[in-house]
Structure formats: structure tokens, C-alpha cells
């Protein structure tokens, strides 16, 4: 699968990738503050996913970059959220880590936290977002990184026609 994207934004063209084997950045590498900071530019890892949309789209190839953005984004090691109440923390229900698909899963995501809370039977299938659903791995950084570095491509590869 071919794992681009483009589309229109403010006048020009945004073209981004759902990388495979995605560098990984522990939170306490980055500088403090990082809160909506970007990460630096990293051709060599962008280059082959370029080279792939500049095929499919001719235009790119000669198009000017304006600007390379290579911002960080959260992944759970299977790509999926994390929704439910947290063990040990009575009271806390979590909503997050929606990945690269917020706005797609937002609609489901709230029918899925507000049956919880309300005791109700979830009209959607929310075992599979369990915040515990990890158990033990959750705690091996290794396993981790090794998981989240392949959850961009993995959900894009499953969906996207080629």
C-alpha cells in the first residue's frame, strides 16, 4: 500500500506519509517546553515516501517546498485509543490517544465513553479500547517503542486502496 497523503491546505498542497518503522521519541529527549514544537526536518526518512507521491502525483516533482513540518504524534502500540476508566485511579476515565484519526473516531469515541460512565452496555465494541489491554508490555519500553514505531502504517496500510 502506498502509505501518502495529500490534500489542499491555505492555497498550496500538504503531503504527508503514515511512516513505516516511525522514528520514536521518549517525552523526556525532547526540551522543555515542546508544547506545539516540531521536531527536526528529516529528509532522509520523508525522501522515499516524496519520491512515491511525487509518482503518483507528477506536479510534486517540481513543486517548491514551502515548508517540512515533522511534528510528533502519539500511537498506541496497536493504533488503537485508549478509552475506559483507569485501574487504581477510581473516577479517572480516559478519551485520548486517538492516533492520526480524532476527528474520524471522535463521533464513536464519545457514545463509547458516555455508555461507560453511565453504566450503560456500549453500542460499539470498547474492550478493544481498554487502557489496560496491554498488561504487562505496557511496561517494557523496548516492546514499546518496538509497537508504536509500527502503529502509523499499520492502520493506513489496512485501509487505504491502492
Not at 511534528?71 to 476508566?85: Q, W, Y
Amino acid at each position: 500500500a502506498d502509505l501518502v497523503y495529500g490534500r489542499e491546505e491555505v492555497g498550496g498542497q500538504l503531503m504527508g506519509c503514515f511512516d513505516e518503522q516511525a522514528n520514536t521519541v521518549a517525552t523526556s529527549d525532547l526540551p522543555d517546553p515542546f508544547a506545539f514544537s516540531l521536531l527536526p526536518d528529516n529528509w532522509d526518512k520523508f525522501a522515499p515516501y516524496f519520491e512515491r507521491a511525487a509518482e503518483l502525483f507528477p506536479a510534486l516533482a517540481e513543486a517548491p517546498v514551502r515548508t517540512f513540518l515533522n511534528g510528533p504524534e502519539c500511537f498506541t502500540p496497536d493504533g488503537n485509543p485508549l478509552i475506559g476508566p483507569i485501574d487504581g485511579c477510581d473516577g479517572l476515565w480516559v478519551c485520548t490517544a486517538m492516533n492520526s484519526h480524532g476527528v474520524t473516531l471522535s463521533g464513536g469515541a464519545g457514545h463509547i465513553i458516555a455508555d461507560m460512565i453511565e453504566g450503560k452496555e456500549s453500542r460499539f465494541p470498547a474492550h478493544i479500547y481498554a487502557p489496560d489491554r496491554f498488561g504487562d508490555a505496557a511496561e517494557d519500553e523496548a516492546w514499546l517503542k518496538a509497537k508504536a514505531a509500527d502503529a502509523p502504517s499499520l492502520f493506513y496500510s489496512q485501509t487505504n486502496v491502492s
